[in-house]
């Protein structure tokens, strides 16, 4: 047997291996992840590696070959988890060892570190002193000033001095080769500001918080390590249940990772954990540089952090003794990479948890399918949560507004009247409303009246989005045009945008309400770094009266004078290609729903729909989960969709449409010559190959080959089949093959 080891996996390029034979008596200890001693270079110097790979064919001139010396006692650490993970991502998720290292090893670039310098006076007050008059004397002026400042003090800050007393090196070296000052510098990890001070307080918990709390701690303290899922309604203290778990979890020496589904929650999430954990908390986000994130994960390896707050990327953190994963909103889709590895957070923080034996605790108001299913069977234990947190806070009244109505009665705007209404109303009483759209932009197509053709990207198979400033954009590949004066195919000068998207609310709101205040939040204005936390913060403070916001404004936040939300298009969700758009669509509404009436004034929810008996919309109306649990089910049922089903999707993706068509036919062909071997298998539905959603991205076509069957298993066996077989391929070099388990 040999092991593929890498030596310094800080390195950018992890996938710089090198073979060892692996002595007869240590292959039963040799494995993924394991921390070896190896002769390294012509000197045969011993060095520490990791094992990231084992197979039983020798990659070159076996005479060459090295053998592993030994294996580093008490090798497990951190590190040797997260390779361990990455060979199993590698297996389950089907990518190369290569992109799932580079996924699970964040500290792998180095990046320079942040200095804080000082000049240190090394002469006595009264040497000081007198240096500084022999200095006047020879009109050392840039000499003198440093010395007076430092008469009284025995230190300055190197910047601060340099900068403002005009010194420059030439003044500082023969000081310092002098024996008058010396310079000394301190290494210092960039810690993303995150709140007002530390001022710990534990919040008094209800009797049902408490209950969930006092259980989790018993069967923690059992020695019981298991997933749990919490369904609590929107505003009924989840948050606070969370740090007591992570409280007690602390006390026992162990560590704690927070995932959280986007950066817009950071802000306020982060704000309430510092205040009751202080420094122990630190967060990474993806809007932070290299340098910050590259801090942080080192502050967690070497235990100055115990807790770790941020998307995705954070279930990664290289603690040595991790206790606890929570996933709060673990419905959301950010929890799925959309890169290969095609990993879901769930399931590899379950993976994790089980390998430091730790525990793994879900949230979430409007839980996936997937994970309410397990619970429901058992395999996660199930705490509900079923009134708001705060006694004097009650759930916010929701009325569904047919639009069809609206339009029967004459009115072609986007507000209905009784929104319209309810806007007035709160603007005359200063309280605060949030308007949601499921979309960014102002408009969003531009089509010709003429000859109905659409404007498209040139390179990519969608629709360019009108921007503010008459600019057309592509979402895909980033694609920007000036919107033409005439149609491109039919020279017409009827040519105009179609749709509404938040910028075009944001302009119809300030017409509509010219004196009120309003701010707008989606990708383009929150693009910059803190763009999220500053339009949050001016909300908070009372410094607008409306927010007007895709999906990022309706997830987590809490605002207490908000006492309207408007849903401004609830069905446009429904109508998207994907078997989950009616739970993605009670999700969005339910959360939507949960953001008015937090504080002690009651709420009111619009939800403005041209569909309002499909039972998304009913359901999220009347707050009812169990109900649209049931109804959804039967659908996914009757269809073999995820959870009754598993689902493989295999991608593939080719510049020549030519190859991609046969690399496709060829899969297909793979797929049914290996259920000839798989008796098992027999059940397996295979759908396609098709079109994807869209086809041509970035002069990129793709195609998509769907596989159906009840055990997980039998999909894992074929798409292991068709990534081997594919790799022998003639089009292997001109198609990219990604798998996904939906």
């Known amino acids: 047997m040999y092991a593929s080891i890498i030596i310094d996996i800080s390195h950018e390029k992890v996938d710089k291996t090198f073979q060892y034979r692996i002595p007869k008596e240590l292959e039963d200890q040799v494995k993924v992840g394991t921390q070896v001693q190896i002769p390294f270079g012509t000197g045969n110097h011993i060095r520490k590696g990791y094992v990231v790979g084992l197979s039983g064919t020798a990659e070159f001139d076996i005479g060459r070959i090295k053998d592993i010396a030994g294996i580093v006692a008490h090798s497990i650490t951190a590190e040797s988890r997260l390779i361990q993970a990455a060979w199993w991502m590698k297996e389950r998720y089907g990518s190369t060892m290569n992109q799932a290292l580079k996924t699970v090893l ?75 000052i010396a310079l000394e510098s301190e290494t210092v990890f960039r810690n993303p500001a995150i709140g007002d001070g530390f001022h710990p307080r534990a919040v008094a918990l209800n009797e049902e918080q408490a209950g969930i709390a006092a259980d989790f701690a018993a069967r923690y303290d059992a020695g019981i390590r298991e997933t749990a899922l919490i369904h609590g309604i929107t505003g009924s203290g989840k948050t606070e249940v969370y740090m007591e778990m992570i409280s007690h979890v602390l006390e026992k020496g162990r560590q704690v990772i927070v995932l959280i589904p986007e950066i817009a929650l950071t802000y306020q999430t982060v704000l309430r954990f510092y205040r009751r954990f202080g420094k122990q908390v630190s967060v990474i986000n993806s809007r932070m540089s290299a340098g910050e994130r590259y801090d942080q994960f080192l502050r967690a390896k070497n235990g100055e952090v115990r807790v770790m707050i941020g998307p995705r990327s954070a279930l990664f953190t290289p603690f040595s003794s991790l206790g606890l994963i929570i996933i709060d909103e673990e419905h959301e889709t950010a929890y799925k990479s959309e890169i290969s590895p095609r990993y879901h957070a769930r399931e590899t923080a379950i993976y994790l948890a089980e390998a430091a034996e730790a525990s793994v605790v879900l949230g979430s108001a409007t839980p996936s399918l997937e994970a309410y299913s397990r619970a429901l069977k058992g395999e996660y234990r199930l705490y509900r949560l079923l009134k ?126 010219p004196a009120a205040r309003v701010l707008r939040m989606d990708m383009d204005t929150t693009s910059k770094k803190g763009g999220h936390e500053k339009i949050l913060t001016a909300f908070a ?89 049931r109804q959804e089910m039967v659908y996914r049922e009757v269809l073999h969709y995820p959870p009754s089903w598993e689902l493989l999707a295999v991608m593939a993706s080719s510049a020549s449409e030519e190859e991609l068509a046969k690399a496709m036919e060829d899969l297909k062909r793979q797929v049914f010559k290996a259920l000839e071997g798989l008796p098992e298998g027999e059940n397996v539905q295979v759908i396609g190959p098709a079109q994807a959603t869209i086809y041509k991205v970035n002069d990129i076509y793709r195609k998509i080959l769907y596989l159906k069957h009840e055990n997980y298993d039998i999909l894992i066996k074929l798409k292991n089949h068709m990534d081997q077989e594919s790799r022998q391929a003639v089009w292997h070099h001109h198609v990219a093959i990604q798998f996904d388990l939906a």
């Open 106 to 180: 964040p500290v792998k670039q180095k990046v320079k570190q942040k200095e804080i310098r000082w000049i240190r006076r090394l002469l006595s007050e009264d040497e000081t002193k007198k240096a500084a008059e022999e200095a006047g004397k020879k009109h050392y002026q840039a000499r003198q000033r440093l010395l007076l400042a430092l008469c009284g003090r025995e230190e300055i800050p190197y910047e601060k001095a340099m900068t403002h007393m005009n010194l420059s090196a030439s003044t500082i070296k023969p000081m310092v080769e002098q024996g008058m």
């Open 388 to 513: 708001r947190a705060r006694p004097d806070s009650r759930i916010a009244r929701v009325q569904v507004i047919d639009l069809r109505e609206e339009l029967k009665n004459g009115n072609k705007s986007i507000f209905s009247r009784r929104l319209q209404r309810a806007m007035e109303e709160r603007l005359e009483k200063g309280e605060q409303t949030m308007l949601f759209m499921n979309r960014r932009g102002y408009a969003s197509f531009v089509s010709c009246r003429s000859c109905g053709e659409a404007v498209r990207c040139p390179h990519c198979d969608v629709t360019l989005t009108l921007h503010f400033g008459q600019k057309l954009v592509c979402h895909y590949c980033g694609y920007e045009t000036r919107l033409p004066e005439t149609c491109p195919s039919c020279r017409s000068p009827y040519i105009a945008g179609f749709g509404t998207g938040t910028q075009k609310i944001e302009e119809l709101t300030k017409k509509m309400f």
């Open 541 to 629: 403070q009372g410094q607008a009266d409306i927010l007007i916001g895709t999906q990022m404004i309706v997830k987590g936040h809490d605002f207490p004078k908000v006492t309207l939300a408007g849903v401004l298009a609830a069905d446009l969700s429904l109508y998207t290609s994907d078997f989950r758009c009616g739970e993605r669509t009670f999700q969005l509404l339910t959360q939507a729903a949960g953001r008015a009436g937090r504080g002690k004034l009651p709420g009111e929810v619009l939800i403005q729909t041209y569909n309002p008996e499909h039972y998304s919309i009913v359901c999220a109306a009347s707050q009812d989960y169990e109900s649209f649990y």
